[in-house]
């Protein structure tokens, strides 16, 4: 079982940055690949980048060249940088982990963050 704590987020300026982050504990096996979804108002939950243990990446098409995935494997944490954000990113941001490669159905869920980008 993991246990995922996010903090980040806020209100920023359409063009402004904002870094999001998630620490992890429980089994490390739950966590091998951690990232984060997003659901908007009145849309489905979509995934927005993940990251497996050994540096592997993946973004949505949305956010690729602007959002940056990390993480410290020793602080069993993931980082979520964002930049040039626009509107349409304006969304409830949650923390995801799996004991898989693929992030489409994480084992573990955070408590969400809300993201505002104003225009």
């Known amino acids: 079982q993991v246990r995922l704590v996010e903090s980040g987020g806020g209100l920023v300026q359409a063009g402004g940055s904002l870094r999001l982050s998630c620490a992890a504990s429980g089994s490390i096996f739950s966590f091998n690949t951690m990232g984060w979804h997003r659901q908007a108002l009145g849309k489905q939950r979509e995934l927005v980048a993940s990251?497996?243990?050994?540096?592997?990446?993946n973004y949505a098409d949305s956010v690729k060249g602007r959002f940056t995935i990390s993480r410290d494997n020793a602080k069993n944490t993931v980082y979520l940088q964002m930049n040039s954000l626009k509107s349409e990113d304006t969304a409830v941001y949650y923390c995801?982990?799996?004991?898989?490669?693929?992030?489409?159905?994480?084992?573990?869920w955070g408590q969400g963050t809300q993201v505002t980008v104003s225009s």
């Open positions: 990251i497996t243990r050994g540096g592997s990446t």
């Open positions: 995801a982990a799996s004991p898989f490669l693929s992030l489409a159905n994480p084992s573990g």
